[in-house]
């Protein structure tokens, strides 16, 4: 069997890194979500760029699907390995190589996660920006081409990452990028490579930008009567050219959530919760201006967090969305939506979203990064029932639909892996069979992570 | 013939708009720096993307090398007509497609010059930042990744372009990007065609990000004694967080060009100009910040443009750089260099580009785009030398070399037409010969603007 034989290969570059118990079959067959538990044949825990250079060539050699892996935080099944093959975990490529704070910029392996790096970054005045939520890789987020609630003022992975070292089907390792700031030498890899999802290379390291640690920071949180008058609230912001570092919504029944779960203690209503960046004065200043605009549009009990503590918890709280809307049903899965559309017309389909939900025998709460466009529906379901998954998928779909219909895109910051690989076409037309064309380019034979992203064989 | 062929059936779609008259052909081989003059078989004039698709699929069936023109003020070659063929002059494609004020994007077609789409603008409260100084038309400034003065602040064309309609080699027309801030929807096809030099398809519509007038606008002009000091002074004020929306580096000798050219009474001495944007307050305090450091650092001689008006005489001279620089020998012809570099290295490549100058017998001022580690040289030439043209081009790859050994890259905004050609093999490694291959997947006939960028055949 040409997987056994790849695997056997790998398994005398790698020896004892190269697992076949159970329990890392089982590990790595799982997702955050409702897909079916999905094993792959071995899982590769390489350490090297010269040891992933080797597992491509054997697996090339013999066919073997190579399904690279970060933490697992993937929503749309991007790591799973539906046609077996070997998972490539490369959660011991973990080290922070460089940091060269006078260009605020760093070089890290693959597997370093978002907390460790800001971790490390602590004593040098500099932090990475990009916060999805999970503390997932730094290789991963920039597969997914990940954002989060910090996308409205420091941009996605698409703008924060300036380089890679890739590791493609073939064997060859390539650099792209350079640590100049800006460059118009030739294709820009680097974007191809960013939100490939594992299909066009394997990411061996990153080179990061930074950001300095801001002088002044202002949260708060805010109520209103109905999301039409939060999001009309963030729409004023952004055209003041008020420099919001976060923007977030949470329906009113995340807010139930946040309430059962920690004991949050909010109104049972839309919340806005936001964050400035900048000097003392100039924080101060946004921070006003916001409010006045807000209280205009109707906000109600504003919740100024200047202490680093209540800050924290603030984030705290909404980093446990998942968890906070989960206690609304104990024991429920969950099928996490991700749709994206221009701001003008996010009122129209979140209100269209929340009567759907409100129509269906489901109860889905809704947030989002709503500075960007970009929400999210946890549509809460029974686990083995299967008439509730169905409706979940089909309010997914539906979702998906209307984004599309208002100009938008199947996903903001989730990715596509196979959750939304349906609309691939209908989003991208023409351009999805390009998409294709470059994939059989740089893997003919399609081992790097199959039936992902785009559809080829 | 096949070009023939090719042009004869080209004719048949667009009439009179299908030119061989020697003026045309005459200005379609030319280009505003020394690349010998090259025109091309015919230039044709298309007003629709339909008649792009005609054109190429005429091309196609022929082999006639497709070579799209913008309004030809790139600096690279990007736009001669090394082998033949027909010049696409994008020019008769100038319309303006709507302005979404609410979403603050616009779509245009690529004939729309950055000044026309600003006036376009003025009403609405937007404006397009993106700013190289000439007039480029806006498909010409993605084709080459183009950036220019205001790139610190607000990015280059990789950062402004949401999405785009190209034409593909074969005729097929595909849009990449939605109208939705992000998308985690697949390969990032935008950026792959932005900066593309038209090697990959034909811009035939562009969505750009807009940005609101800032409230309040804040510029200035100081000397300093060094370029070293003034570029330390730049890397304080980054490494603080100011968001300068310019910062611009001018040598002495361009102070020289400027006093020659515009009567401007500078100091004979290196200078930055630099500008802020934002509100009353902000800016007040970012213009204290900024002038009180830059003193500690050995400004002198701060001059505050508040008015509108002394503004516009700022950066108009700016702007006239080349003019003044050539002013300092009256006929010359001018080779202009452009590299970028790490931020913590752009003092010691000034300073070696500067030394290797005065070390050769030709006037080379330099100036850049600091706040990026982007500069030029502007290298005087007396027309037909053939000796100072050797030795301008011998300065050029020096300062290309030493970007290169410097982590930075070959071009920062300029792009690489065919000057910069030599260099992306050594820029790139292997992933030169990746942007080969998919070059090869989308153009396998390799007719859409043959010989530049990458090396095919």
């Not at 998972?87 to 490529?93: C, F, N, P, V, Y």
């Not at 605020?104 to 970054?121: H, K, S, Y």
């Not at 429920?332 to 749709?339: A, G």
Request: one cysteine or more.
């Amino acid at each position: 069997m040409t997987i056994q034989t790849a695997i056997a290969e790998v398994s005398t570059v790698l020896g004892e890194r190269l697992s076949r118990s159970k329990g890392d079959l089982d590990h790595h067959g799982g997702s955050e979500t409702y897909f079916a538990h999905t094993p792959p044949d071995a899982v590769a825990y390489p350490e090297s760029t010269e040891e992933v250079q080797k597992i491509l060539r054997a697996c090339a050699a013999h066919g073997c699907p190579v399904i690279p892996w970060g933490t697992g935080t993937s929503l749309e099944g991007h790591a799973l390995a539906f046609r077996g093959g070997i998972s490539l975990d490369l959660s011991r490529m973990n080290r922070v190589l460089r940091v060269d704070a006078e260009d605020m910029v760093c070089r890290v392996q693959p597997g370093v996660t978002r907390e460790a790096l800001n971790t490390e970054l602590r004593a040098t005045g500099l932090f990475f920006p990009i916060d999805p939520g999970a503390n997932a890789s730094l290789g991963g987020m920039a597969a997914t081409r990940a954002s989060g609630t910090t996308a409205v003022r420091y941009g996605t992975m698409r703008d924060n990452v300036l380089g890679l070292e890739v590791v493609l089907a073939d064997g060859r390792a390539i650099r792209t990028g350079t640590a100049a700031r800006k460059s118009s030498a030739g294709y820009d890899m680097t974007a191809l490579f960013v939100g490939s999802e594992g299909t066009l290379g394997v990411m061996t390291e990153l080179t990061l930008r930074l950001q300095g640690q801001p002088e002044a920071i202002s949260s708060a949180i805010c109520a209103f009567d109905s999301v039409s008058d939060a999001v009309a609230t963030v729409i004023a912001a952004i055209q003041m050219g008020l420099p919001m570092a976060r923007i977030e919504l949470v329906d009113a029944a995340t807010a139930r959530g946040f309430n059962l779960y920690s004991g949050a203690g909010l109104a049972e209503a839309p919340h806005l919760l936001l964050e400035f960046h900048g000097s003392e004065t100039g924080v101060a200043e946004e921070a006003r201006r916001f409010g006045e605009l807000a209280q205009d549009l109707g906000a109600k009990g504003f919740d100024w967090a200047e202490k680093t503590e209540d800050r924290s918890r603030l984030w705290k709280m909404r980093h446990e969305a998942t968890y906070a809307i989960k206690a609304l049903r104990p024991g429920c899965d969950i099928l996490v939506t991700d749709i994206c559309v221009p701001i003008s017309r996010l009122a129209e389909a979140i209100d269209e979203t929340t009567a759907d939900i409100a129509a269906s025998p489901l109860e889905g709460p809704i947030l989002g990064h709503v500075g960007d466009g970009n929400f999210h529906a946890l549509l809460l379901i029974e686990p083995g029932n299967t008439a509730e998954l169905d409706a979940a998928k089909a309010l997914s779909d539906r979702m998906v639909e209307r984004a599309l219909g208002l100009g938008g895109t199947a996903t903001g910051e989730h990715g596509v892996g196979v959750g939304k690989l349906g609309f691939m076409e209908r989003e991208h037309g023409a351009a999805w069979g390009v998409m294709g064309e470059i994939k059989r380019a740089l893997d003919p034979q399609n081992i790097l992570n199959p039936g992902k992203l785009v559809a080829l064989n």
